[in-house]
DNA sequence: GTAAATAATTATAACGTTATAAATAACACT
DNA sequence: AGTGTTATTTATAACGTTATAATTATTTAC
């Protein structure tokens, strides 16, 4: 009636039966296998029927059924991101599913959080997808040296990327930050302003990035032959309260901490309470340095400079790069260093 | 050989093929069906055929191929919880799945995580998975008194639970906070410090937990007769800096208000800021309450007066309720409203 | 000891898709 | 018109599962 009736998409309402291939043969006169071929553009089909079908196959709302494109080929168009939900995640998450998200728009690809706990263990969520195929590729993070992950899913040729390296000598899929040169330029700022006695709280020490940030931080340590201290009993993904009380029992010590340097923003958070509740006075008694992954530690007072990881586009690579290894692109090469970006001196300029 | 060989799984390394129904058959001299039945505990296979076969299956470590199950049944053993990466979400997500993942434990349901996009229209995901059937329940937030998503579901009679009341006349499974009476706490608590002209940063404004919280404030306020502000150009969820630079001039102009309401942590950072920059001491110029779902606040120095929402508890609410749900209970029951929880005089103690 | 009843197992078909092989239609050329 | 090609369409089988119907084995009743 009406001129045009744009994606008359059939109500569901349960009256109108879900389209399928044979429903759409049948209402056309075609063979079901013509009707499969056609949609795919298959040149074996004439272009006038396929023209056809696929104009029926729109305007039916015609969507193939994944359960039945995954049983008879094997291929789900999922790809599984593992998060662990007690990760350090002000964002950490968000930001990367915000990324990875971007990439896969406008590709067949869905995207799968597949939450990982902290009671069981990596390789479980992985050995549950390889067993029961149920993505086509996975992306992990907190990835270790010898990362267990990335062997067995080497081993089994299945496209995974992760976010931190590995010391593997296989080449294999990763994005990663500079975190050695995080660890490097976060110390070499704090001798800059003159301290003399200054913490690293690290991460995991099992992990990769971890060991990076030690590496760098004790780089510049060395370059400048000052006072340093690593806790061995706490870290980044320790309680905020632990942080917090190990900042404020050190600053009441003799001989106290002048500069720290921090992983994460929760630790930036809690280093800062620590201080404030010894009465210690950011920018004259002692300075922090944070990582900064979203834009939180902004809205802080007294401001802290930071250097910041930016996870979306981490996330957009890693998407990215992980298609092209599904496309059975050579591994070697996809891979991504992010570099470091500091922000320090705008904050003398805002004052 | 050994005495005993535990879990002796496959290896996952292509040579040995995934087990089947079909490969455990052949293995026992059994028929397919006979087998699938056994599994599932069927009283018409023979008992002692049933340890048997269920025996093997746990032996080759065999697994259902959800794939073909789904096909089959339509059924597919998957919860989505449907997530928006950019919502205030300082763990309001991971806290939720936190919690629903809890509640899922030991049952056959997998989560499933839909990133939902700030520019694709909310009822797009609850389409695909209605119309693909990818899951057999779903959870959501930010629902509005009138909410379409709702509507869609109930009358497609599809299992859902929602973070938030409707106003719907049809009952409906849901988890929500007394944001009425977060609002109404929150601003009795300042009057009750002697602020006498206060600020609420709403949520947005089509959310019904908003209204709640505008309501619960707007109560108090009358009964206590202090002037008021609820601006309509600024919500929790507008970027930090306008929050920060909102406070910032209000509390350079002449009248300004000495007290806010928070509904977000980041909003509750972001006031903080403004007003430390604008040179107020909070406690004795102003005060601020906030709300709090993650221990966040509590490393912010100075220390703020919150009311504190359990996500994780209402995410391992919204899990049970579903499940009961699916078993098809009486929807008119299954809701629960959370209380408030004042993180109120702790502070005083702790000073 | 046989018929009827019950217990236990099995055969068949179907869910929706696609790869492979087979069939048919259309066309060109002698 | 008949043969060989090529273009186009179709039939068949299979992925792994389960509901239904059918079959076979075993027990009970008299």
């Not at 291929?75 to 971007?102: A, C, D, R, W, Y």
């Not at 200054?198 to 990076?212: E, M, N, R």
């Not at 059975?328 to 970006?341: A, F, R």
Request: net charge neutral.
């Amino acid at each position: 009636m009406t001129a045009e009736r744009k994606t008359s998409k059939a109500p569901i309402n349960g009256i109108t039966k879900k389209p399928t291939l044979r429903s759409i043969s049948e209402s056309m006169g075609l063979a079901l296998t013509t009707v499969s071929r056609a949609l795919k553009n298959d040149p074996a089909i004439a272009q006038a029927t396929r023209d056809r079908v696929q104009e029926a196959a729109q305007a039916v709302g015609y969507m193939p059924d994944r359960a039945a494109q995954k049983l008879r080929t094997g291929k789900t168009n999922v790809i599984s991101l593992i998060l662990n939900p007690h990760e350090e995640i002000l964002g950490f998450g968000s930001s990367l599913i915000s990324g990875l998200t971007q990439s896969l728009r406008g590709t067949d690809y869905h995207l799968n959080v597949t939450p990982q706990f902290h009671d069981t263990p990596a390789i479980e969520p992985i050995n549950y997808i390889l067993r029961n195929k149920t993505a086509d590729a996975i992306v992990f993070s907190r990835t270790k040296p010898f990362d267990e992950r990335v062997r067995l899913l080497l081993e089994n040729d299945f496209p995974f990327i992760c976010h931190g390296r590995t010391e593997l000598s296989t080449p294999h899929p990763y994005v990663d930050y500079d975190n050695f040169d995080f660890g490097y330029q976060a110390a070499r700022r704090l001798v800059e302003k003159g301290r003399r006695n200054i913490v690293l709280f690290p991460a995991d020490s099992s992990l990769t990035f971890s060991q990076h940030l030690q590496h760098g931080f004790m780089t510049a340590i060395q370059e400048s032959g000052i006072a340093f201290r690593i806790p061995d009993d706490i870290s980044i993904y320790s309680p905020a309260d632990e942080i917090r009380n190990y900042c404020y029992n050190a600053a009441t010590n003799k001989n106290p901490p002048d500069g720290y340097v921090c992983g994460g923003e929760v630790s930036t958070l809690a280093s800062l309470a620590g201080l404030t509740d010894a009465e210690q006075e950011i920018g004259k008694d002692v300075d922090i340095i944070g990582k900064q992954t979203s834009p939180l530690l902004d809205q802080i007072r007294p401001k802290i400079e930071t250097i910041y990881e930016d996870l979306a586009t981490a996330g957009q690579m890693m998407g990215t790069l992980l298609q092209q290894r599904l496309r059975g692109e050579d591994m070697s090469k996809l891979n991504h260093l992010q570099e470091t970006t500091l922000i320090f001196d705008t904050i003398k300029q805002n004052k």
